[in-house]
């Protein structure tokens, strides 16, 4: 009994991994068995190191950006079985609620950008906009939809451009965003405007 409460603790905390930095559960696992058998593995900014090995247990130092961010210890027999730890994990990220991000006051830079973050404002360059198309609403309502991809120093991101918002800016425009949410589809992170208070103001290139 007390190897399985183990078991389920260790698929929670790697669910709060998955989600806090923005992984998935096939990413994590494989990750986790890379580390184990060669004692360390990094990727970018992300980095696990092993710090002691049993027949039973594997204790696991993650390093995020060059800071220790947490140790904990796994049973050898999650990373033994990888898909089904991947199934599982999948299965309780599903069952988690949203995670809360704390909102900035100032704007945000690209590379900050999480799924789920909620009324953030960023400063970007329209370096790209696809062709308009019409689509229509769950209602039947026809709509105009483009999607142009903004930059900053930091990275690029697609941003959804409804109706009049097409037609407000243009490739080559620095531009400010504000009350936008980060959601994802197909895997790829994306900027929608709040239906109700998101704005684009057009800025000078001096100020970006």
Do not use: C
């Amino acid at each position: 009994m007390r190897a399985s409460l183990n078991h389920q603790r260790n698929l929670i905390y790697l669910s709060k991994i998955i989600i806090k930095y923005d992984l998935s559960p096939e990413k994590i696992v494989d990750y986790l068995i890379r580390a184990r058998k060669k004692n360390q593995f990094g990727l970018e900014k992300f980095e696990l190191k092993v710090r002691e090995k049993t027949d039973e247990f594997t204790t696991f130092t993650l390093i995020y950006d060059g800071n220790i961010v947490s140790q904990f210890r796994l049973e050898n027999k999650l990373l033994d079985y990888p898909e089904s730890s991947k199934h599982k994990l999948q299965e309780l990220i599903l069952r988690m609620p949203p995670r809360k991000e704390k909102q900035k006051d100032t704007d945000y830079k690209i590379s900050e950008l999480r799924k789920g973050l909620k009324s953030i404002k960023l400063k970007a360059k329209v370096i790209e906009k696809s062709p308009t198309k019409e689509v229509y609403s769950r209602s039947g309502r026809k709509l105009r939809l483009s999607n142009a991809i903004v930059s900053d120093e930091t990275g690029e991101i697609k941003l959804t451009l409804w109706n009049d918002q097409i037609s407000f800016v243009s490739e080559g425009d620095f531009i400010q965003i504000n009350n936008a949410n980060v959601k994802t589809f197909r895997g790829e992170k994306m900027l929608n405007l709040s239906s109700r208070t998101g704005t684009i103001e057009i800025i000078k290139k001096e100020e970006i």
